[in-house]
T-cell receptor, first 118, second 110 residues
Framework: GAGVSQSPRYKVAKRGQDVALRCDPI?????LFWYQQALGQGPEFLTY????????KSGLPSDRFFAERPEGSVSTLKIQRTQQEDSAVYLC????????????????FGAGTRLSVL | QKEVEQNSGPLSVPEGAIASLNCTYS??????FFWYRQYSGKSPELIMF????GDKEDGRFTAQLNKASQYVSLLIRDSQPSDSATYLC??????????FGKGTKLSVKP
């Protein structure tokens, strides 16, 4: 299938380590979103890309979080100096074009990366 | 702070019954609304979306929207044990991101 692909599926990090999470969106999807889902909670928005432009990063919890999408396709979410409170599932979603009509807004989610910080 | 409120449940219904899931939202600017289903340990999958006031039906699912009351609901008819999951209500924000509630956990008992 040609769904949203995320890697790794699971990541264990020691506190203070840097991690990089990868998202490969559905081919042709212009919009890409990152969400963080803590245990028992709904996903919370982190950041949004339209092609390679990061249009909204208001949800990034601190300056330790950084995301990029240099060629408008694959995106990487980087977390520096990980803390225990960063432990969560990180979800990536893509849509045809978030700036257009309703059908183009439908977001399709990847399987997520479960990050555990020890 | 834009908020989405859902009853966290668990909501327990017998097999074959109607399950009613409710959601209220604070952002009057939201124009489209999405219901996602999330099985334990899995990612959200889209069930329905709605953007006009009234009802929208798709198989056993009916979404209802009342923008004046800032209220969205999802009805599941003839509930099946396979419907047991957490249901997430998500209005679309002004930047295109989804604003999720905490979800309602539904349990359908055989």
């Amino acid at each position: 299938g040609a769904g949203v692909s995320q890697s790794p599926r699971y990541k264990v990090a020691k506190r203070g380590q840097d991690v990089a999470l990868r998202c490969d969106p559905i081919s042709g999807h212009v919009s890409l979103f990152w969400y963080q889902q803590a245990l028992g909670q709904g996903p919370e928005f982190l950041t949004y890309f339209q092609n390679e432009a990061q249009l909204d990063k208001s949800g990034l919890p601190s300056d330790r979080f950084f995301a990029e999408r240099p060629e408008g396709s694959v995106s990487t979410l980087k977390i520096q100096r990980t803390q225990q409170e960063d432990s969560a599932v990180y979800l990536c979603a893509s849509s045809l074009d978030g700036s257009r009509g309703f059908l183009e807004n439908i977001q399709y989610f990847g399987a997520g990366t479960r990050l555990s910080v020890l | 702070q834009k908020e989405v409120e859902q009853n966290s449940g668990p909501l327990s219904v017998p097999e074959g019954a109607i399950a009613s899931l409710n959601c209220t939202y604070s952002d009057r600017g939201s124009q489209s609304f999405f219901w996602y289903r999330q099985y334990s340990g899995k990612s959200p999958e889209l069930i329905m979306f709605i953007y006009s006031n009234g009802d929208k039906e798709d198989g056993r699912f009916t979404a209802q929207l009342n923008k004046a009351s800032q209220y969205v609901s999802l009805l599941i008819r003839d509930s099946q044990p396979s419907d047991s999951a957490t249901y997430l209500c998500a209005p679309r924000g002004s930047q295109g991101n989804l604003i999720f509630g905490k979800g309602t956990k539904l349990s359908v008992k055989p």
